[in-house]
């Protein structure tokens, strides 16, 4: 079958143009200019002009088939592989909340860090802060901590450890 082996959008072109071209070529009988009566040529002329723009506005550039079948939704994200190195994956007993003047603020603590991860002298320094925050007695004091989301940004992933 022919049909099947040329692409839908390129057989659409050519059925469109067909249908022109003998629309065009028909032979038009010559009236006198007083008969009036042009309802039938004008009704053939709109359904040849509506074929047209029917066929036309089918042929669009998508390909019908992408070489792959659909799937039904599955409501279940993607499972991820959650490894992460030695060297990118941060203890999550060190993310502690911080209380200072402007709120709560949840932040890596630098001595955590320095105690229970192995390679705390290679984070970066660029997402490494001086907070104010309010200790235990109440009193405000200088803390050194890391901000979450400037490590997240460089690759560290937070990893929940026993």
Same mark, same amino acid.
């Given at each position: 079958?022919?049909? *099947? ?22 032979? $038009? @009988? #010559?009236?006198? #200019?007083? %008969? ?22 089918? +042929? %669009? %550039? ?8 659909s799937r039904p939704y599955d409501p279940t994200p993607p499972r991820r592989d959650h490894r992460v190195s030695k060297r990118k994956a941060l203890p999550e007993r060190c993310l502690r909340e911080f209380r200072t @003047?402007?709120?709560?603020? $949840?932040?890596?603590? *630098?001595? =955590?860090?320095?105690? +229970?991860?192995?390679? #705390?002298? %290679?984070?970066?320094?660029? =997402?490494?802060? +001086?907070? $104010?925050?309010? *200790?235990?007695?109440? &009193?405000?004091? +200088? ?6 989301? =400037? ?6 992933? &937070? $990893?929940?450890?026993?």
């Open positions: 079958m022919i049909l *099947n082996t040329m692409p839908r959008s390129i057989l659409k072109l050519v059925l469109s143009a067909a249908v022109a071209a003998t629309l065009a070529a028909s032979p $038009v @009988q #010559a009236r006198d #200019a007083t %008969d009036g009566d042009d309802s039938a040529a004008i009704v053939a002329a709109l359904l040849g002009l509506v074929t047209l723009g029917v066929l036309l506005s089918e +042929n %669009d %550039d998508k390909p019908s088939y992408h070489g792959h079948v @003047q402007t709120g709560r603020k $949840v932040m890596f603590g *630098n001595r =955590c860090l320095e105690r +229970n991860f192995k390679y #705390a002298s %290679d984070l970066p320094r660029s =997402c490494k802060r +001086n907070l $104010v925050v309010k *200790n235990r007695k109440g &009193i405000y004091v +200088n803390r050194k901590v890391y901000k979450p989301a =400037c490590l997240s940004k460089r690759g560290y992933r &937070i $990893v929940h450890r026993y």
